[in-house]
C-alpha cells in the first residue's frame, strides 16, 4: 500500500547501477502515479543511466508537459541531446534554462562542458566564470577552467586553477580526481614527467578506475625509462578502456623494447584501428 516506497526503490537501485530493476521499480509507481513529475525524471535518470536515451529524452518531455520550465527535466534533455551528439541543441537547451534559472549552478557548469568539448574555449569559461559567482568554493569550475587556459596555451593560469581546485578537493571531496590527472598531463607536456607521475598516483588512489589516469601515469613512467612498472600502468588503463587508443601506442614502444615485435605489431595496429574510429 506504501507504494511511494517504489520511487525510493528505483533511486536507489540507480545509485546502485541496477538499472533494469530500477527502471522497473520506477514503471510501477507511475503506474498509480502517472502525473507523478518525480517519477518521470525518477525513471528518465535511470534510463540516461543506463544510455537508453531516447526513453530519457521521453521522461524529459512528460515532465515539461505537465511543468513547463521544469529545471530538472531541461538539464536531463540536455545530457540526452548531447549524449546523442547534438551539442548545439543541448547548448540552447541549457541557455534557454538559465534564462528561466539564472542561478541554477549544475546547469552554468553542463553549458561550460559543452562549449568546452565544442572547442568554444571562451564561451567555456564565461560559463565557468558564472558558476563561481554562484559558488566561489566550486573545485569543479577551477579544474575545468584550468583546462581552459591550458586549451589556449596559458601553462601559468592553468596551474594556478588546478593547484586552487586541488587545495578544495584535498580534503572536502575525496572522490574527485580529475584535476589531479589534469595536473599531471600539464607537468609532464612541461617535461617534469617525475611530478607528473606523483600526480597522476594521487588520482589513482582517489579513483582506481580511470582508464585516463592510468594512460598519463604509464606514459610518465615510460619517460623516465621505468619500463616494467609504465607497462603495468598501461595494461591496466587498456584493461579498464578497451576502446582507448593511446595506451596502445605506448605499449606497442614498450614491447618493441622489450624485443618482442607480434605483442608491438598487435598493440600498434590495435592503436591504429581505435583512432581511425576516434572523433
Known amino acids: 500500500s506504501q507504494h511511494e516506497l517504489l520511487l525510493e526503490l528505483a533511486q536507489a537501485l540507480t545509485y546502485e547501477r541496477n538499472f533494469d530493476e530500477a527502471i522497473l521499480a520506477a514503471q510501477q509507481y507511475l503506474?498509480?502515479?502517472?502525473?507523478?513529475?518525480?517519477?518521470?525524471?525518477?525513471l528518465g535518470n535511470a534510463y540516461l543511466m543506463a544510455v537508453k536515451l531516447p526513453e530519457a529524452a521521453q521522461q524529459a518531455g512528460e515532465v515539461l508537459k505537465l511543468e513547463p520550465g521544469n529545471a530538472t527535466a531541461l538539464k536531463l534533455r540536455a545530457n540526452t541531446e548531447y549524449l546523442?551528439?547534438?551539442?548545439?541543441?543541448?547548448?540552447?537547451?541549457?541557455?534557454?534554462?538559465l534564462d528561466q534559472h539564472p542561478n541554477d549552478e549544475d546547469a552554468a557548469y553542463m553549458l561550460g562542458r559543452i562549449y568546452y568539448h565544442d572547442g568554444r574555449i571562451d564561451h567555456a569559461m564565461g560559463a565557468f566564470q558564472r558558476v563561481l559567482k554562484l559558488n566561489p568554493n566550486s573545485h569543479k569550475a577551477?579544474?575545468?577552467?584550468?583546462?581552459?587556459h591550458e586549451a589556449r596555451g596559458e601553462t601559468e593560469m592553468a596551474l594556478r586553477h588546478y593547484l586552487t581546485a586541488i587545495k578544495l578537493?584535498?580534503?572536502?571531496?575525496?572522490?574527485?580526481?580529475?584535476?589531479?590527472?589534469?595536473?599531471?598531463?600539464?607537468?609532464?607536456?612541461?617535461?617534469?614527467?617525475?611530478?607528473?607521475?606523483?600526480?597522476?598516483?594521487?588520482?589513482?588512489?582517489?579513483n582506481p578506475n580511470s582508464a585516463r589516469t592510468f594512460y598519463i601515469g604509464g606514459k610518465a613512467l615510460f619517460t623516465l625509462g621505468k619500463t616494467d612498472l609504465s607497462?603495468?600502468?598501461?595494461?591496466?588503463?587498456?584493461?579498464?578502456?578497451?576502446?582507448?587508443?593511446?595506451?596502445?601506442?605506448?605499449?606497442?614502444?614498450?614491447?618493441?623494447?622489450?624485443?618482442?615485435k607480434e605483442k608491438a605489431a598487435g598493440a600498434l595496429a590495435t592503436f591504429k584501428e581505435l583512432k581511425a574510429k576516434s572523433p
Open 31 to 42: 503506474e498509480r502515479e502517472p502525473r507523478s513529475i518525480q517519477g518521470h525524471l525518477v
Open 84 to 97: 546523442l551528439g547534438d551539442m548545439a541543441k543541448a547548448a540552447r537547451t541549457l541557455v534557454g534554462l
Open 142 to 148: 577551477y579544474d575545468n577552467l584550468g583546462l581552459c
Open 169 to 206: 578537493v584535498e580534503k572536502a571531496h575525496s572522490e574527485y580526481d580529475s584535476v589531479y590527472t589534469n595536473l599531471a598531463n600539464l607537468l609532464l607536456d612541461q617535461g617534469d614527467a617525475e611530478k607528473a607521475y606523483g600526480a597522476a598516483a594521487k588520482a589513482a588512489e582517489r
Open 231 to 260: 607497462l603495468n600502468w598501461l595494461q591496466r588503463s587498456t584493461a579498464l578502456d578497451p576502446t582507448y587508443p593511446e595506451p596502445f601506442y605506448f605499449l606497442a614502444r614498450i614491447y618493441n623494447q622489450l624485443g618482442q
